[in-house]
């Protein structure tokens, strides 16, 4: 435990010379501070995600296990969107512990490297901090794990709003009100017999009711002129940002990624849901309180291994608001 702590302070030594942190905070204001802030965001309470620790330059947040979040019917795995908007989270929230003074920023990207898939049943842990910060930007870190394993690492970049920002919480939720939340009952299913069925008569509304994540954030999808196009629809439990209001861009990484995996489900020939193996996203836009749309192009595809571009936009094609890239490990 001494080592720990020498190492831990030590770290913060460092920080502090390289201007990463300026003061010592007690850790009870830290701790309030960061809850207030992730309890008015409404994904986070839809997913149940709750703060841990929060001390100088380190926060750890936990998402317990439900069914809702559920990506793979078959093995009740936890799907990589709620992972990645976890880890998201923790970093913007991170944030609050690393600077000063209270800033909301925007994320200008992620890439998440999944290790392996997180056990059924239990809880998934995220630990962020920043290890550089400048006048303009913040370079964050996290670690998803369980008690026995690291599931996955994420880098991630935010903007620093300067004058242009919320400075404060209660400006941040100023006439806000936050709703309540329930999630639907799931039932089982043969997964793979709906993905068939889904191939052989297109009713591509089977296969999202089979995902119980893909109802959580309420994904459809259909084919328009011989293209398949993904819908993320407007949904109050998607919000992340409260004061425009925006979408979670955890959300938005879940709903491109799901996008994906959905896309090679229809079009490729596995029958079980893809595993991710990496997802790289950039925002371009902020992603607005309205329908948001995705399309989906296999760049190459091995013979085990598929990667897969997505665009995300909102009112113009022309306009994407996110472009991603994920690999994709398939199994027959």
């Given at each position: 435990?001494?080592?720990?702590?020498?190492?831990?302070?030590?770290?913060?030594?460092?920080?502090?010379?390289?201007?990463?942190?300026?003061?010592?905070?007690?850790?009870?204001?830290?701790?309030?501070?960061?809850?207030?802030?992730?309890?008015?965001?409404?994904?986070?309470?839809?997913?149940?995600?709750?703060?841990?620790?929060?001390?100088?330059?380190?926060?750890?947040?936990?998402?317990?296990?439900?069914?809702?979040?559920i990506g793979n019917p078959d093995s009740g795995i936890i799907h990589?969107?709620?992972?990645?908007?976890?880890?998201?989270?923790?970093?913007?929230a991170a944030v609050l512990c690393a600077v000063p003074e209270f800033?909301?920023?925007?994320?200008?990207?992620?890439?998440?490297?999944?290790?392996?898939?997180?056990?059924?049943?239990?809880?998934?842990?995220?630990?962020?901090?920043?290890?550089?910060?400048?006048?303009?930007?913040?370079?964050?870190?996290?670690?998803?794990?369980?008690?026995?394993?690291?599931?996955?690492?994420?880098?991630?970049?935010?903007?620093?709003?300067?004058?242009?920002?919320?400075?404060?919480?209660?400006?941040?939720?100023?006439?806000?009100?936050?709703?309540?939340?329930?999630?639907?009952?799931?039932?089982?299913?043969?997964?793979?017999?709906?993905?068939?069925?889904?191939?052989?008569?297109?009713?591509?509304?089977?296969?999202?009711?089979?995902?119980?994540?893909?109802?959580?954030?309420?994904?459809?999808?259909?084919?328009?002129?011989?293209?398949?196009?993904?819908?993320?629809?407007?949904?109050?439990?998607?919000?992340?940002?409260?004061?425009?209001?925006?979408?979670?861009?955890?959300?938005?990484?879940?709903?491109?990624?799901?996008?994906?995996?959905?896309?090679?489900?229809?079009?490729?020939?596995?029958?079980?849901?893809?595993?991710?193996?990496?997802?790289?996203?950039?925002?371009?836009?902020?992603?607005?309180?309205?329908?948001?749309?995705?399309?989906?192009?296999?760049?190459?595809?091995?013979?085990?291994?598929?990667?897969?571009?997505?665009?995300?936009?909102?009112?113009?094609?022309?306009?994407?608001?996110?472009?991603?890239?994920?690999?994709?490990?398939?199994?027959?």
């Amino acid at each position: 435990m001494n080592r720990l702590y020498c190492a831990y302070f030590r770290e913060i030594v460092l920080l502090l010379n390289q201007g990463v942190l300026t003061t010592m905070r007690d850790e009870t204001e830290l701790f309030a501070q960061v809850e207030g802030f992730i309890g008015v965001l409404a994904q986070c309470q839809a997913l149940g995600i709750r703060v841990v620790s929060a001390r100088e330059n380190e926060l750890i947040l936990e998402l317990p296990y439900t069914d809702q979040i559920i990506g793979n019917p078959d093995s009740g795995i936890i799907h990589g969107g709620a992972i990645t908007t976890l880890m998201d989270t923790a970093a913007g929230a991170a944030v609050l512990c690393a600077v000063p003074e209270f800033e909301l920023c925007p994320t200008l990207d992620l890439r998440v490297d999944y290790m392996r898939s997180a056990k059924p049943g239990q809880s998934v842990f995220a630990r962020a901090s920043c290890y550089r910060r400048t006048s303009n930007i913040l370079f964050m870190r996290c670690e998803a794990y369980q008690i026995d394993r690291s599931v996955a690492h994420c880098v991630a970049t935010f903007m620093r709003m300067g004058e242009k920002g919320v400075k404060s919480l209660e400006q941040m939720t100023k006439d806000f009100s936050l709703e309540a939340f329930s999630a639907e009952s799931v039932l089982p299913v043969n997964f793979k017999e709906v993905v068939k069925k889904v191939r052989e008569n297109q009713d591509f509304t089977a296969l999202t009711h089979a995902i119980p994540y893909a109802q959580l954030i309420g994904v459809t999808f259909e084919q328009v002129e011989g293209n398949l196009l993904f819908r993320l629809p407007r949904k109050a439990s998607n919000i992340g940002n409260p004061k425009l209001p925006a979408i979670h861009g955890g959300v938005l990484g879940g709903f491109m990624e799901l996008s994906s995996a959905l896309y090679l489900l229809v079009s490729q020939s596995t029958l079980k849901y893809p595993k991710i193996i990496d997802f790289s996203l950039d925002y371009l836009r902020a992603g607005m309180d309205q329908d948001t749309f995705a399309f989906c192009r296999v760049t190459r595809q091995g013979g085990r291994v598929a990667n897969v571009e997505v665009q995300a936009w909102q009112t113009d094609r022309d306009k994407p608001i996110a472009l991603a890239r994920a690999h994709f490990l398939l199994e027959d």
